[in-house]
């Protein structure tokens, strides 16, 4: 087993790696060699008889470019399939080697990350070094450790709802757009769900709670508060005296990446976005939600495409990914990854009379495209009322808060279209 | 119960409707602006319904049915145009491109197709059927003459009305088509197709004496010509020999020592100028040998109940009441 200071010890070398090589684990890897610098170094940190965790990129890719589906369902169910087939049939050639090294106890865990097409395997070193050099491997990255978001509460008092009533979300309501029947998801420090504003709205079941990290396999909790803050601004009702969220009646599911101490890996984020896609494990059954939202960023600004293929596949199945733009500002080039990928919806901070919010990361970004604008939209982000742990409120700064926002809104209009008849309390849509 | 808008749709329904902040435009602090929620959902739903319908074409030239020259110069002139409302034109593409020539090279039956598309994949193609006729040159009028060149031609007189055709060198083709034409072959293997009408088979400015028969539709002298619908003939100044068929023909010699003979039906035999013999055959035949020459022609009327206009005298006069 690896010990806290042991993980710890890890990032601090990992994070010196990035300086001193001012490269990016994982992408570069494939260019300087198979082995990632970042995972040398923790090689080099690990005796030889433990064990550490590593992402085995392999060779290949999933084509879901070319899925045709002629409904949402199918079309998920597709989407996951290819992708696992995919990972099954990339990681053929190093299976032998993996299943008899899992025989002398050299391999602790193989867990299929299919969604980027990689394996997050925990092994000994030498088990690490001898994968480096068989076929069908193309990288091996570090699992990495990201910290949570700080969270910045303060007791100051805004006017109840001028967030929504800024955004005009009490215009969606009267139309009947509450979020009625639509899933969001968060991927957060988890939340509380006894809060009276979120305790309703939580789908339940054993579909509904990720926990990569096993320390609350089944009840959702949150430790922090951060990932509870967030998930008011989406779905919190009006217990508090005061509505709270954009869309009060949608229904909420979430996975807790961050741990207790607060710190995430890349493995437990690649398996996060993987339960994303299919919660209850079978592809067959359409459970996954309508809107992910993202208050996360990797620690520094500037572009990492670690999980550029996990949201490739969010997409694939018509999930916008949205993320907070990051809170690394007021300097230009200052966006932060995954927001700034083409593929997320990069949401900046401003305050309730539109003034922009100091400390939001601003752009432009050049991460796996052309230099564009960041973050791409705005929503309110400062001072924001919302549910915090133990049954409380608190008052919520920064890109965390925004996001929701935007997630918020998504969630009824991403079911709505040219066609769909309008909402009524009598019919559920 | 999934999403109705693709993720792409849900993108551009947050970002267009966002209420544009800080400098105007897209900038790096607001993006693309403040996020509305109504305004978000006013942009999904206030979408046009599905646009199903294909846009429509207007072939103008070629019209659907129009017949042209060969080899005459015609530019395409069509447009097409998506419904009001509609999610706009994509395409508009004709055989050629509008404004260009379409394909009068050679004759038959030709079509020229539009297709056009909308921005919502709609299709829509629409064909205009046109002949090209043989003919080089065409007549639009009545009465009008039409002159060809030293190389072979088609000539053709359209435009109904008696016209005159002069095929002048090579080896022509004339119609006269409707109405009462007058075909001169000229020189070279001509074909004279009078057509309907009473049409006449003209060789008065051939340099040369000339054969011909409306009975073998052929003629020899000035090159070789054939004949069909003709019903009259009318000689060179040299001395002709012209022979009618059974129907009703005319035969004018005019100058030079001529040869007509007329068939069965009710024939004109005009001697003209110079010593002519003429016979009218069968039928009433009107034989005219009046060329203000005493003694020069011979004149027959044959069987049938015939008419003569002679001079005073004439060198024979037989088979008349």
């Known amino acids: 087993m690896v010990r806290a200071r042991d993980v710890l010890g890890v990032a601090i070398l990992l994070a010196l790696a990035i300086l001193l090589f001012g490269i990016e684990p994982g992408r570069a890897a494939t260019e300087a060699g198979v082995l990632s610098p970042g995972v040398e170094a923790a090689i080099n940190g690990t005796d030889t008889g433990d064990t550490m965790t590593v992402i085995v990129e392999l060779e290949g890719e999933a084509d879901l470019g070319s899925i045709e589906a002629t409904n949402q369902n199918i079309l998920q169910r597709e989407v996951i399939q290819e992708l696992q087939a995919e990972t099954e049939a990339a990681s053929e050639q190093i299976e032998p080697f993996l299943d008899a090294r899992e025989a002398t106890g050299e391999v602790e865990r193989v867990i299929p990350l299919w969604i980027s097409t990689s394996l997050a395997v925990t092994a000994t070193p030498g088990v690490i070094e001898d994968l480096a050099t068989r076929p069908g491997v193309a990288s091996i990255a570090p699992n990495k450790t990201i910290p949570e978001p700080a969270t910045l509460t303060s007791s100051a008092t805004t006017a109840p709802e001028a967030n929504l009533d800024l955004i005009r979300a009490p215009g969606l309501w009267g139309l009947g757009y509450t979020g009625r029947d639509t899933v969001i998801a968060s991927m957060d420090t988890g939340v509380d769900a006894g809060h009276p504003d979120l305790s309703a709205q939580w789908r339940g079941g054993t579909n509904s709670w990720f926990d990569p990290n096993n320390e609350h396999p089944a009840v959702p909790t949150d430790s922090s508060g951060h990932g509870t803050q967030v998930m008011g601004a989406m779905v919190g009702r009006d217990a508090g005296g005061t509505a709270i969220g954009v869309a009060p009646d949608a229904q909420w599911i979430s996975a807790k990446i961050f741990d207790d101490r607060g710190f995430a890996t890349t493995v437990g984020i690649h398996r996060s976005f993987q339960w994303l896609l299919d919660p209850d494990g079978t592809p067959a059954t359409p459970d996954a939600p309508d809107v992910v939202n993202a208050s996360w960023a990797l620690p520094d600004p500037g572009c990492d495409l670690e999980f550029q293929d996990d949201l490739r596949a969010l997409l694939a199945v018509n999930i916008l990914p949205v993320f907070a733009a990051g809170n690394y500002g007021p300097d230009p080039n200052t966006s932060v990854s995954p927001a700034n990928y083409p593929e997320a919806l990069a949401v900046g901070a401003a305050d309730n009379s539109d003034t922009i919010y100091q400390d939001g990361s601003r752009g432009p970004s050049d991460c796996g495209e052309d230099p564009n604008t960041f973050p791409e939209i705005v929503a309110p982000g400062v001072d924001i009322r919302t549910t915090d742990l133990f049954g409380t409120y608190t008052a919520a700064t920064g890109t965390s808060m925004s996001a929701p926002h935007a997630a918020g809104v998504l969630a009824p209009t991403s079911r709505c279209g040219p066609t769909s008849p309008p909402p009524n309390s009598a019919a559920p849509w | ?321």
């Open chain 2, 1 to 321: 119960m999934r999403p109705n808008l693709t993720a792409a749709e849900q993108r551009s329904a947050l970002v267009g409707s966002a209420v544009d902040l800080g400098q105007e435009g897209p900038d790096n602090d607001y993006g693309f602006g403040r996020i509305d929620a109504l305004a978000a959902y006013d942009s999904i739903t206030n979408q046009p319904p599905p646009d199903t319908t294909p846009p429509s074409i207007d072939i103008v030239t070629p019209a659907d049915g129009v017949t042209y020259s060969r080899g005459q110069a015609v530019n395409a002139s069509y447009s097409c145009q998506d419904e009001a409302g509609g999610s706009g034109l994509a395409s508009c593409q004709g055989t050629v491109t509008d404004g260009s020539a379409i394909d009068t090279a050679t004759p038959g039956s030709k079509t020229f197709t539009v297709m056009a598309t909308d921005n919502s994949g709609n299709e829509a193609s629409v064909t205009s059927t046109y002949t090209v006729d043989e003919c080089t040159t065409r007549g639009t009028l009545a009465g009008e003459t039409l002159t060809g060149t030293a190389g072979d031609d088609v000539i053709c007189g359209g435009g109904g009305g008696g016209d005159t055709i002069k095929g002048l060198g090579g080896n022509d083709i004339l119609k006269g088509q409707g109405g009462a034409d007058k075909l001169l072959g000229g020189t070279g293997q001509d074909l004279l197709d009078g057509g309907s009408g009473v049409d006449t088979a003209s060789y008065s400015t051939s340099l040369t004496a000339i054969t011909a028969s409306l009975a073998t539709n052929s003629a020899t002298g000035e090159g070789s010509d054939a004949f069909v619908g003709i019903e009259n003939l009318l000689g060179s100044p040299r001395a002709d020999t012209l022979t009618g068929s059974d129907t009703d023909n005319t035969l004018t010699g005019g100058d030079g020592n001529d040869t007509e003979q007329g068939g069965a039906g009710p024939d004109t035999i005009l001697g003209g100028g110079g010593a002519d013999e003429l016979f009218g055959g069968g039928g009433n035949d009107t034989v005219n040998s009046r060329d203000g020459i005493n003694g020069n022609d011979s004149l027959a009327g044959g069987p049938g109940t015939d008419t003569r206009v002679t001079d005073a005298r004439e060198k024979s006069i037989v088979g008349f009441p």
